[in-house]
């Protein structure tokens, strides 16, 4: 089984990652549902043989001492994906997530106008938040390359590993990859703010040092843009600042309040029309009154800030939703789904797990059809014998 072959196939399909699990056969995950590929289960060693085969010997190292890598690789000239290797008891296992090598506008992602208003800005700090999987690096390509096209700044971006890739237009734009170009996202930053940037982009807020070298940035005149694990906006505030030890946290609400532009959290909902999916988007501006909750430690209120500042372009989550519901583009089950996901609740979200009817040779999915498509002529698929449940050898 070929690796090429199933990244091929992972794009042909508009799949967002394919993962590779020993004992299981190659699973792709299609608007948010994982649908597994009529082949064979993969051993172990078949994993391991398709890492190795696009890792360096570095990484190869590198993996064999930690027992799990990040990084990013290229096919051809039109396909990249951040590759995740780790082990688990049945042994090698990966991720690889779909980067699309044309960064994608604003427009073509239906951002709310606000967030172009918080690309223009010239300092501070913007929060993209969110699960795993929402769209955060797409938001914040998009963001970058507006600035890119319509401003002539300096733009340092520090990433584990580097997902965009931008050439310069009006900008200069610098990528550092950790583990590459730079031993840490700390000792990245600091080294930032001798690098005459107007913009720095921190792939991810993971330690007390990293936030508070952003902050830093931030307070210090640049545009910094960054990436947090959390659900809302009010917790993502909540979680910057219970990430610092108790005596620095009057300080940093100091820093935080004077420093901060806005908030998005994100998640991405299924389309009423099964084609995609598209972003709703929490919105929190670092307006004055903001600005004196964090400072007074009265981040629960931003609930209701968010309900009364339409006229900053703030919005709720829930009124997000409720929105794409009302205009048709979501139907009324993915909105609850939505909901329940967005405010914490432990009840199922309903996905399920599917098959997909296509064969590696080529074709794309049907929603949940399994009919079998045609082979195509010279590929490395043939069909499986009759029965539609047999699925496809290689």
Not at 148 to 156: A, E, F, R, V
Not at 348 to 358: I, L, N, T, V
Not at 380 to 392: A, F, Q, T
């Amino acid at each position: 089984m070929d690796l090429t072959q199933l990244l091929a196939f992972t794009m042909q399909n508009g799949a967002s990652d394919l993962h590779l699990s020993a004992g299981n056969p190659p699973i792709i995950r299609v608007n948010g549902l994982l649908k597994r590929v009529k082949a064979d289960p993969l051993s172990s060693d078949d994993i391991r043989t398709m890492l190795y085969s696009v890792m360096t010997e570095d990484q190869r190292a590198e993996y064999e001492k930690n027992m799990e890598l990040d990084f990013a690789i290229a096919l051809g000239e039109k396909a990249r994906f951040r590759v995740n290797g780790f082990n688990t008891r049945l042994g090698a296992s990966s991720v690889f997530r779909t980067i699309p090598t044309e960064v994608p506008l604003m427009e073509d992602l239906g951002l709310p106008p606000v967030m172009r208003r918080l690309a223009d800005l010239e300092k501070g700090i913007v929060i993209v938040t969110g699960p795993t999987g929402s769209g955060k690096s797409t938001t914040l390509a998009s963001m970058i390359n507006h600035i890119n096209i319509h401003h002539s700044k300096h733009i340092l971006t520090i990433e584990d590993p580097v997902e965009f890739f931008h050439t310069s237009k009006k900008c200069l734009i610098n990528h550092r990859e950790v583990g590459t170009d730079t031993n840490s996202f700390a000792r990245a930053l600091k080294s930032a703010l001798r690098e005459d940037p107007d913009v720095i982009l921190v792939g991810e807020m993971r330690d007390y040092e990293t936030i508070s070298l952003a902050l830093t940035a931030a307070e210090t005149g640049h545009l910094v843009f960054a990436t947090l694990h959390a659900n809302s906006a009010a917790k993502t505030i909540d979680r910057i600042i219970d990430v610092f030890p108790t005596g620095d946290k009057e300080m940093v609400r100091a820093m935080l309040s004077s420093s901060l532009q806005g908030v998005i959290a994100q998640t991405l909902v299924r389309r009423a029309d099964g084609q995609g999916r598209l972003g709703a988007y929490e919105i929190l501006i670092g307006t004055n009154a903001v600005r004196n909750l964090i400072r007074e430690n009265q981040v629960p209120q931003m609930y209701s800030m968010m309900q009364t500042g339409s006229r900053y372009g703030m919005i709720t989550m829930q009124d997000a939703i409720a929105d794409l519901f009302e205009t048709g583009l979501i139907d009324q089950d993915e909105a609850r789904r939505a909901t329940v996901l967005t405010t914490g609740s432990e009840e199922e979200a309903g996905s399920e797990s599917g098959y997909a009817a296509a064969a590696l040779g080529g074709g794309k999915l049907d929603g949940d059809s399994m009919s079998p498509p045609p082979v195509m002529k010279g590929g490395s698929v043939r069909g499986g014998g009759g029965s539609k449940d047999e699925g496809y050898s290689f």
